[in-house]
């Protein structure tokens, strides 16, 4: 009986800590403004694979002409953007990008890409990207 209950607050334990380590990743509505997408078009200055996502950056002309550069999350993971047919070679310096993103709530230049609108590269879109449109992301 004592092994037992010990068993049960062990796996309740685990389970409290796991599912507090997925809410903290997943915490997309407390960085990025999820109703508010926009579309930025600019040069890609670097990509970043590794996990748990993507990373692009891209050089993008203000409203004054001025260049910034903005940090961009994609979404899906690596694993996902694979079956996509995606790979780390999937974009190079100097590419020309359209993406729309979700962007931060803080004001910085970052947001988290939205696969439901088509990210474009050099005139092309992206597959895996632009399938299921919708308002908003997430």
């Excluded at 049960?8 to 685990?14: E, F, H, K, L, R």
């Excluded at 670097?46 to 260049?67: C, K, L, S, T, Y």
């Amino acid at each position: 009986m004592k092994h037992t209950s010990l068993t049960s607050v062990a796996v309740a334990a685990g389970l409290l800590l796991a599912s507090a380590s997925a809410n903290a990743h997943h915490g997309t509505s407390a960085s990025y403004d999820l109703k508010k997408p926009m579309e930025l078009s600019g040069t890609v200055t670097e990509f970043v694979w590794e996990n748990p996502h993507a990373r692009i950056f891209v050089d993008v002309r203000d409203a004054q002409g001025n260049v910034v550069n903005w940090g961009i999350e994609l979404r899906p993971a690596p694993n996902g953007l694979s079956r996509a047919g995606w790979t780390r070679h999937t974009f190079q310096p100097g590419d020309k990008i359209t993406i729309t993103v979700c962007p931060s709530r803080f004001g910085t230049p970052a947001g988290v890409g939205e696969p439901n609108y088509p990210i474009l590269k050099n005139g092309e879109k992206l597959p895996g990207t632009g399938a299921a449109r919708r308002e908003g992301c997430g």
